[in-house]
């Protein structure tokens, strides 16, 4: 009798670790929940959040025992209970220990990373100064049938969602497995019409409700990659910031076709990924990119501002292993062969041209910024007095943040009405 009312209250619990699991799946996380318990008292919640926290330690445990913690203004946790839908990992089981959890009750068992009796089993090790009572397998089923469903949704996700064009090639992921990749989570889309199904990759970091939203257009030589270190400068100061890879570029599908590219597909696919995604509020960065600038001329009202920036061109000699991870052949560089051309050719772009220049000429806002030379499509910009190159540099990026993020924020906008 007295087994059967424990196993009710423990999985009495473990439902409402579950219910925290969910919680962590619809933030797209891998969903595992966890609860503190004393004796009848729900003390604290968690569920993992390393993605959305950029933080490896945000585990459903961790979260848990620093609230638990918290609400007792004691960090000994003695005489509490932990409820977990995943078998603890050695990070975990080493602060339930510090706390002196007198009891954890998991759900599903993880064979590769648990160690509560699978890899290890830390929380019997008598050589340890504590040690502290496991139960596994609680509503194992339920737990075990979550994490396979947000694992099977993200296997599946791609291939049926994104199936890839006869007329383009794709990168395999295994090209930017030696790439760092950051907290953000890669994004795709492909139901854009300019897109006609080929697959858009893009950055999405920071709040997205941030006050400004933050769109960088990268070069002719370039990719999202490269400007990393400006999308965590800006997310890091509250800015929501969107890092799109152009069609023929970074982890977008490519075309096998130069001809498929002109700016003016360019300038259309990026209009139709900023409705779709509502933007508003955008501060638009190009580096080499001043076809880009007529995209406010399309989209007016989305717009608080823009900045240019000229950075050197890395030549052949100083191509690195971020810069052709992309393209592993010759047949993947039509879009920066194309885009380089198109360059040369003076852009072709004569009408977009015009329209950015009567844009922003016609503009009440705050003056665009220019790092290094304006285009002529920016011709009244302010130059930021930094160094050419310093968006590639973490110091460089923070140092373009600092001195941007202020100058664009609503309070000091001076457009009328805004
Ligand atoms: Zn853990």
């Known amino acids: ?37 004393r004796g009848d008292t729900l003390l604290a919640t968690g569920r993992n959040a390393p993605r959305a926290q950029c933080d490896p330690t945000a585990h459903a445990e961790i979260a848990a025992l620093r609230a638990g913690a918290a609400a007792l203004g004691n960090y000994r946790l003695s005489g509490c209970t932990l409820y977990v839908t995943l078998e603890p990992c050695a ?60 694992f099977q949704a993200r296997r599946r996700a ?128 190009v580096q080499d990119a001043p076809w880009a600038l007529a995209l406010p001329a399309l989209l007016p009202g989305r717009f608080a501002g823009a900045v240019s920036v000229a950075s050197p061109l890395p030549g052949r000699a100083s191509r690195s292993a971020v810069a052709d991870a992309p393209y592993p052949d010759a047949g993947h560089r039509a879009g920066p062969r194309a885009l380089a051309r198109l360059r040369e050719q003076g852009d072709g772009d004569e009408d977009g041209s015009a329209q950015a220049r009567r844009f922003w000429q016609d503009w009440t806002g705050p003056a665009p910024l220019a790092l290094g030379k304006a285009p002529a499509e920016l011709a009244g910009a302010r130059a930021l007095a930094l160094a050419p190159g310093a968006l590639l540099t973490a110091a460089g990026a923070q140092a373009l943040a600092a001195q941007a993020v202020p100058y664009f924020s609503p309070s000091t906008e001076q457009a009328p009405g805004a």
């Open 158 to 285: 791609h291939k049926a969602v994104h199936p890839l064009r006869d007329d383009a090639l794709r990168t395999p992921d295994a090209r930017f497995e030696p790439l760092a990749q950051g907290c953000h989570a890669p994004r795709y889309l492909s139901d854009l019409p300019a897109l006609d199904r080929l697959r858009l990759h893009w950055v999405d970091a920071g709040p997205p409700g941030a006050a400004r939203t933050w769109l960088l257009v990268h070069g002719p030589g370039q990719w999202s990659h490269a400007l990393r270190p400006l999308v965590d400068a800006l997310a890091g100061q509250g800015q929501r910031v969107l890092a799109p890879d152009l069609p023929g570029f970074g982890r977008s599908d490519k075309p096998k076709r130069e001809a498929a590219h002109s700016l003016a597909w360019h300038r259309q696919v990026l209009a139709q990924f900023i409705e779709q995604l509502d933007l508003r509020g955008i501060v638009l960065l």
């Open 1 to 37: 009798m007295i087994e059967a009312a424990q196993r009710q209250r423990d999985e009495h619990w473990m439902r409402l670790a579950l219910a925290q699991a969910r919680e962590a799946l619809a933030a797209a996380e891998v969903p595992v929940g966890a609860v503190l318990v």
């Open 91 to 150: 990070m975990c089981a080493g602060a339930l220990l510090h706390a002196r959890v007198d009891r954890v009750v998991y759900g599903a068992a993880d064979p590769k990373t648990g160690v509560a009796g699978s890899v290890l089993d830390l929380f019997a090790e008598q050589r340890l100064n504590h040690q502290t009572r496991v139960q596994g397998g609680v509503l194992a089923h339920e737990c075990t049938a979550l994490l396979a469903q947000f």
